[in-house]
């Protein structure tokens, strides 16, 4: 059963402008959400996470919106950059569970 | 500062053929993950440590999989028998203590296992 779902494959944006990804869920029970940044031949590195007693937390270009009535939360990467292009995956906590969305690969063009 | 580590990077192994992957966590961290991305695939959970309380096997897609954790550190994932769907890219990662906001996964560069 997928509890985390990220229903966009891909993503392509110009540089310098708004990336948004989004990620959806369906446990009531997840705590915390995440998200991961993904290169080629390496592992996923955390990027950054949102309790779910918020709905919002900023890390410079970066900022999580999190929507708990909705079940959905989005990644918003602005300005980006060509370096942003990775895939992103979307992850959601419950006590020590964590599961991950299917990845949404964004492409970032000069 | 080393990260978590595992090996090989890559296996190529024949159908049938048992195979083992290895995973050195970052030290001090108790909780140990295995996902597994197949191609055009998310991470698919496989089985969670944490400490010495018993694993949480529910990812494990059958039972030619396996996993041990020796000493609270070092893990090792087993494939019995295994077959061509089992090819994919197996990723370790592991953190201070569950997933919570404070401690983030962090993640080895993973195994590319190969059946043929």
């Known amino acids: 059963d997928q509890q985390v779902k990220q229903n966009s494959p891909s993503l392509s944006v110009q540089e310098g402008r708004i990336s948004i990804l989004n990620c959806d869920y369906t446990?009531?029970?997840?705590?915390?959400f995440l998200w991961y940044k993904k290169y080629p031949a390496e592992g996923p590195t955390f990027l950054i996470s949102i309790s779910s007693i918020k709905d919002k937390n900023e890390d410079g270009r970066f900022t999580v919106f999190l929507n708990k009535s909705a079940k959905h939360l989005s990644l918003h990467i602005v300005p980006s950059q060509p370096g942003d292009s990775a895939v992103y995956f979307c992850a959601a906590s419950a006590n020590n569970d964590m599961r991950f969305g299917a990845g949404t690969r964004l492409t970032v063009k000069p | 500062g080393a990260g978590v580590s595992q090996s090989p990077s890559n296996k190529v192994t024949e159908k049938g053929k048992d195979v083992e992957l290895r995973c050195d966590p970052i030290s001090g961290h108790t909780a140990l993950y295995w996902y597994r991305q197949s191609l055009g695939q998310g991470l698919e959970f496989l089985i969670y440590?944490?400490?010495?309380?018993?694993?949480?096997k529910s990812g494990l897609p059958s039972d030619r999989f396996s996993a041990e954790r020796t000493g609270g550190s070092v893990s090792t994932l087993t494939i019995q028998r295994t077959q061509q769907e089992d090819s994919a890219v197996y990723l370790c990662?592991?953190?201070?203590?569950?997933?919570?906001?404070?401690?983030?996964?962090?993640f080895g560069n993973g195994t590319r296992l190969t059946v043929t």
């Open positions: 440590f944490q400490g010495n309380s018993a694993p949480d």
């Open positions: 446990n009531s029970m997840f705590d915390y």
């Open positions: 990662a592991s953190s201070r203590g569950g997933g919570r906001a404070g401690s983030p996964l962090h």
